[in-house]
């Protein structure tokens, strides 16, 4: 089982530089967790980005995964991962969820680097 971040969503449907990193994954998409807060992410980017219509696609996507809402237990332990690695609220949401369920982590984003659990595609500089 495997949670891929939003920045690992994005490059996906966009056929970004990192996209070959993250298509393995996503050729396994019910085998995927996806929190709320992903989808939150995803769905403001891409609206921002691309507009209303793509979004929702792109949130369709992620509903071939296990969404899973935020609980009590996750919250807790969010909190504890944000103070223990100072990540922001979103990203410790992220993590605990990917640590509750056992999950890895895919992810290019740098907060996450050499976290336990976590496979880092590092973005390449342009």
Known sequence: M???DTCGWIEWLTGGTLSDSYEPYFDHI???IVPTSVQYELYKWVVREKGIQLALEAVALTEQATVVPLS???ALSAAD???EHNLSF???IIYATARFYQAELITSDDHFQGLPMVQYFPKFSK
């Open 2 to 4: 495997v949670l891929v």
């Open 30 to 32: 019910a085998a995927m």
């Open 90 to 92: 979103a990203d410790s």
């Open 81 to 83: 991962f944000s103070m």
């Open 72 to 74: 009590s237990a996750i």
